[in-house]
């Protein structure tokens, strides 16, 4: 039963009938972009002028554009474009889920970044479950910098933790082990962890951190921050602020 429900686990979209019309405070175009297997995938395109740079985003695992794309506004007031897709099955999205397409749509998406801005004006970040896809990435292009915002080692490790009494490692179709993405990073990262997270637990992301090879790292941590909370506490503010500018 866990086997053929894990996917109604780890992944809790929201649909959004196709003629659904986005409204959000800041300028933004929507768009659509085809996978090589005929997926058609809804993506925000906040834009500013004469922006510092793109902030290429990858959500959590749950709800849609509506949701994700006010998150996202923050960084568009801070004088950056933003870019955020959402996941097959989520929102306006549509394909089939499997591990290997969502790294496959996430380069679709970062190519697409690749012809309107150099890769070295590009930050990938990612949140909880778009922190795997954003290491991916990561490790395969050459970004400005990498942010992670409650990263999980793997999702095979979460999920042994979580099911101890099951045997996950025989059936996780989603293993997600961003662990083996970060040997190949070269670029800055900076990885921001609550210590009060029940759903990733703060270890999680120390874990991870420890496998980033690059000198050039900061690992953030929140005090008394939760999984979806860290954006209440200024220091976390701080330190994105600084991480975002960094030369």
């Not at 380069?107 to 909880?128: C, M, P, V, W």
């Not at 996950?168 to 990885?191: A, I, S």
Request: aromatic share 16%.
């Amino acid at each position: 039963m866990f086997y053929f429900l894990q996917e109604r686990i780890i992944f809790l979209p929201t649909s959004l009938p196709q003629n659904y019309a986005y409204s959000f405070s800041e300028y933004f175009e929507e768009i659509f972009l085809t996978a090589d297997d005929g997926a058609r995938l809804n993506a925000l395109w906040f834009k500013k002028e004469n922006p510092k740079g793109l902030v290429l985003y990858f959500h959590g695992n749950a709800g849609n554009l509506d949701r994700w794309g006010k998150i996202t506004i923050p960084f568009v007031r801070k004088g950056y474009d933003v870019l955020v897709m959402d996941y097959r099955t989520y929102g306006k999205s549509t394909g089939k889920l499997s591990e290997r397409a969502l790294y496959s749509d996430a380069q679709l998406f970062y190519d697409f970044a690749t012809e309107h801005y150099k890769e070295n004006e590009i930050i990938l970040y990612g949140r909880s479950l778009g922190t795997g896809l954003a290491t991916q990435l990561a490790a395969n292009n050459r970004p400005s910098r990498l942010l992670l915002e409650t990263p999980y080692f793997s999702l095979l490790d979460i999920g042994v933790k979580r099911f101890p009494w099951l045997p996950v490692k025989w059936f996780m179709k989603y293993p997600m082990r961003t662990y083996e993405f970060t040997q190949q990073l070269n670029c800055p990262v900076h990885v921001f962890h609550g210590t009060d997270d029940k759903v990733i637990p703060y270890s999680a992301g120390q874990r991870l951190y420890d496998t980033i090879p690059v000198r050039d790292k900061v690992f953030h941590t929140i005090e008394g921050g939760g999984h979806n909370n860290l954006d209440n506490f200024p220091e976390f503010l701080k330190a994105q602020e600084t991480a975002l500018s960094e030369d």
